[in-house]
């Protein structure tokens, strides 16, 4: 590798989850699931930027409707104003959510999740009722802001901030083997506390940065209907989920009943800029349509709705609908189940779990499954040397590409991973002493 497109951290900028004497890459150009360095050199984009990207980098298309709309308007208050792409943005998504009737915009995953939190607090209280508490995975990634960061698994993430994070009621991960005893732990915490439950908020089928868990849809059903039995709102953060990740639209769309409000972020520009969505039934909006102004939603961001964000979404529907996007995933998807096929009795293998485009493997180490495990450093660099861009979490060594990656590219991603699993089996007693 050129030393030229490492660099050593700089002085001014703080990279986020980024050790400080760690080194850069530093990149200038991304076209399909490819990323190149200053120096030329590329790189597989296997992670799809964070789980961005969705129809591959700087897609033309995108990049002309973006500068389109930024030769029209590129911004506009939106408390008391509307614009054309926020209104045709809004048809769309509501197309693809036909049980939801607002759309609520912000600017990442996290805002998504803090608007969804504070609808369903303040649905309670614009209708007179004191229900404080909400229900989360124990497991749960929802977000880095407070609000979002107190639905989320009291772990690594959080520990600095814990004794500011509200109350939350934990219920076990549904993972194969743990539906009844989760089915269980909800039934007896909305039969004990209903009258103080305002919401339960989840990350459908697939909770991504607890290292791509994974349950079954007909467990999320069931774990939605209960709520609606019992009056809860459901809140599906579906950030990472949407837009095709698990082989439909939504993850939701595997199940019968459906949550009250979702959340929608990295994949809707297409991986181009920072937008969100939060949606939301006619009974939730219905609670604060009043012209009382104290029951207003108190929430709204500098860039809400923003033209050129919502062309990008705009664009990034289109091209999911004329590139037959649900095709690519099915084929992604078929590919991955080919390989855990292959791979799957691998001594190296802890786990191995497969949803729509997603892979993950869980490597068998003598240290704890965790995000701070050590064979994360060795996976990262591993990949890193065969041209390939692959966060692991932690022990977990995960494929989420962008739909438009070749087979050959796939290819090569497993190799790599057939590759590391073989190596983790001379290494690991000297990486975990
Ligand atoms: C990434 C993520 C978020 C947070 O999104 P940001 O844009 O990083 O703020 C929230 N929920 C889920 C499920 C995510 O994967």
């Given at each position: 590798m050129n030393p030229q497109s490492k660099k050593p951290n700089p002085q001014l900028i703080w990279h986020p989850y980024t050790p400080a004497k760690d080194e850069l890459i530093s990149i200038s150009k991304g076209k399909g699931a490819y990323l190149y360095s200053d120096d030329g050199t590329r790189y597989i984009d296997a992670g799809s930027s964070w789980w961005t990207n969705i129809h591959g980098h700087s897609h033309p298309y995108i990049a002309e409707k973006i500068f389109e709309q930024a030769k029209k308007l590129e911004h506009v208050i939106f408390a008391g104003f509307t614009h054309h792409p926020a209104e045709k943005l809004a048809v769309k998504i509501l197309a693809k959510i036909p049980f939801h009737q607002k759309v609520f915009y912000s600017d990442n995953g996290s805002t998504a999740v803090e608007v969804a939190v504070k609808m369903s607090l303040q649905y309670w209280w614009n209708k007179g009722e004191t229900r404080k508490k909400v229900i989360a995975f124990k497991d749960a990634y929802h977000g880095d802001t407070f609000g979002a960061m107190s639905v989320s698994a009291r772990g690594v993430f959080t520990e600095p901030y814990q004794h500011l994070l509200f109350d939350v009621e934990f219920i076990d991960t549904p993972t194969p083997g743990n539906e009844q005893k989760t089915i269980g732990q909800l039934n007896s915490l909305l039969k004990m506390h209903s009258a103080e439950i305002a919401a339960f908020i989840f990350e459908p089928l697939i909770l991504g940065s607890a290292g791509m868990l994974m349950y079954d849809e007909k467990t999320l059903d069931e774990l939605i209907s209960i709520c609606k039995a019992n009056n809860i709102i459901t809140i599906a953060d579906e950030v990472m989920t949407g837009f095709g990740r698990t082989g439909k639209f939504l993850a939701v769309d595997y199940c019968d009943n459906k949550p009250d409000i979702i959340c929608l972020s990295k994949g809707i520009t297409g991986g181009f800029l920072p937008f969100a969505a939060t949606t939301c039934t006619k009974e939730i909006f219905d609670a604060f349509d009043?012209?009382?102004?104290?029951?207003?939603?108190f929430h709204g961001h500098s860039y809400t709705a923003n033209p050129i964000g919502c062309a990008a979404a705009i664009a990034s529907f289109e091209v999911f609908e004329t590139d037959n996007s649900l095709e690519k995933i099915a084929r992604i998807n078929a590919r991955h189940l080919a390989f855990v096929e292959k791979?799957?009795?691998?001594?190296?293998?802890k786990d191995i779990r497969c949803r729509g485009s997603v892979l993950a493997i869980e490597i068998k180490t003598s240290e704890q499954s965790g995000?701070?495990?050590?064979?994360r450093d060795v996976a990262y660099q591993y990949f890193l040397h065969r041209k390939i861009i692959m966060r692991p979490l932690g022990n977990v060594v995960y494929v989420l590409p962008p739909?438009?990656?070749?087979a050959h590219d796939l290819e090569e991603i497993y190799n790599a991973i057939s590759g590391l699993l073989d190596l983790v089996l001379t290494i690991d007693n000297s990486v975990s002493s």
């Amino acid at each position: 590798m050129n030393p030229q497109s490492k660099k050593p951290n700089p002085q001014l900028i703080w990279h986020p989850y980024t050790p400080a004497k760690d080194e850069l890459i530093s990149i200038s150009k991304g076209k399909g699931a490819y990323l190149y360095s200053d120096d030329g050199t590329r790189y597989i984009d296997a992670g799809s930027s964070w789980w961005t990207n969705i129809h591959g980098h700087s897609h033309p298309y995108i990049a002309e409707k973006i500068f389109e709309q930024a030769k029209k308007l590129e911004h506009v208050i939106f408390a008391g104003f509307t614009h054309h792409p926020a209104e045709k943005l809004a048809v769309k998504i509501l197309a693809k959510i036909p049980f939801h009737q607002k759309v609520f915009y912000s600017d990442n995953g996290s805002t998504a999740v803090e608007v969804a939190v504070k609808m369903s607090l303040q649905y309670w209280w614009n209708k007179g009722e004191t229900r404080k508490k909400v229900i989360a995975f124990k497991d749960a990634y929802h977000g880095d802001t407070f609000g979002a960061m107190s639905v989320s698994a009291r772990g690594v993430f959080t520990e600095p901030y814990q004794h500011l994070l509200f109350d939350v009621e934990f219920i076990d991960t549904p993972t194969p083997g743990n539906e009844q005893k989760t089915i269980g732990q909800l039934n007896s915490l909305l039969k004990m506390h209903s009258a103080e439950i305002a919401a339960f908020i989840f990350e459908p089928l697939i909770l991504g940065s607890a290292g791509m868990l994974m349950y079954d849809e007909k467990t999320l059903d069931e774990l939605i209907s209960i709520c609606k039995a019992n009056n809860i709102i459901t809140i599906a953060d579906e950030v990472m989920t949407g837009f095709g990740r698990t082989g439909k639209f939504l993850a939701v769309d595997y199940c019968d009943n459906k949550p009250d409000i979702i959340c929608l972020s990295k994949g809707i520009t297409g991986g181009f800029l920072p937008f969100a969505a939060t949606t939301c039934t006619k009974e939730i909006f219905d609670a604060f349509d009043s012209s009382d102004r104290a029951k207003m939603l108190f929430h709204g961001h500098s860039y809400t709705a923003n033209p050129i964000g919502c062309a990008a979404a705009i664009a990034s529907f289109e091209v999911f609908e004329t590139d037959n996007s649900l095709e690519k995933i099915a084929r992604i998807n078929a590919r991955h189940l080919a390989f855990v096929e292959k791979i799957k009795l691998h001594a190296s293998i802890k786990d191995i779990r497969c949803r729509g485009s997603v892979l993950a493997i869980e490597i068998k180490t003598s240290e704890q499954s965790g995000y701070l495990n050590k064979i994360r450093d060795v996976a990262y660099q591993y990949f890193l040397h065969r041209k390939i861009i692959m966060r692991p979490l932690g022990n977990v060594v995960y494929v989420l590409p962008p739909y438009c990656i070749s087979a050959h590219d796939l290819e090569e991603i497993y190799n790599a991973i057939s590759g590391l699993l073989d190596l983790v089996l001379t290494i690991d007693n000297s990486v975990s002493s």
